[in-house]
């Protein structure tokens, strides 16, 4: 039996932040986690490129035009959804979420969701740095994990990545 697993050694390659700058003071702790957790995992800032959108809404299409590229091995999506701050939330996080994926399967490119989608604010500072850990470290990991997988697995991307 053959065992596919991503582990978290530090990939060849250069990743992509997508961030969104709605409920910023959450997303930019959400980055802060996200490229913490890269440096400390040995994928220095100098490979890591961060691309700020408007809004959760925007996040897929620049993460599926990062991706087709060519020049990364994956790409992160962070973004923050408050329930109780929009009437829109089903549809800024629906479409978020579905956006994200289909940019990760039209692609090849692991395409990381690190949006919160939270009832409060209080659940959504909790999750970006305080009583709930941060979710941008943990897409870090979650990117480095993806990586090794897939290239475990191999075949290609739609897009072949540049390994620069
Ligand atoms: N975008 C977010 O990332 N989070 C939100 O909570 C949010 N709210 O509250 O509406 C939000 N709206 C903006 C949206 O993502 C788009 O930028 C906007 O609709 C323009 O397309």
Redesign the pocket.
């Known amino acids: 039996m053959t065992r596919f697993e991503g582990d978290f050694s530090p990939p060849a390659g250069r990743f992509a932040i997508v961030v969104?700058r709605?409920?910023e003071t959450v997303t930019r702790a959400l980055l802060a986690g996200c490229t913490d957790g890269f440096v400390r995992h040995g994928v220095p800032e100098d490979r890591i490129d961060v691309a700020w959108v408007?809004?959760?809404?925007?996040i897929p299409i620049v993460a599926r035009r990062l991706a087709e590229t060519g020049n990364y091995v994956g790409i992160i999506c962070l973004?923050?959804?408050?329930r109780g701050?929009?009437g829109?939330?089903d549809h800024?996080a629906g479409q978020a979420a579905s956006g994200v994926m289909q940019a990760g399967l039209n692609t090849g490119v692991p395409v990381i969701f690190g949006v919160l989608t939270t009832e409060t604010v209080e659940q959504a500072l909790n999750r970006s740095g305080l009583k709930g850990g941060n979710k941008g470290g943990e897409a870090a990991m979650a990117a480095i994990e993806m990586v090794n997988l897939l290239n475990q697995i191999g075949g290609g991307v739609t897009f072949p990545t540049r390994f620069v």
């Open positions: 969104a709605f409920n408007p809004g959760s809404f925007e973004g923050c959804v408050i701050e929009t829109h939330y800024v």
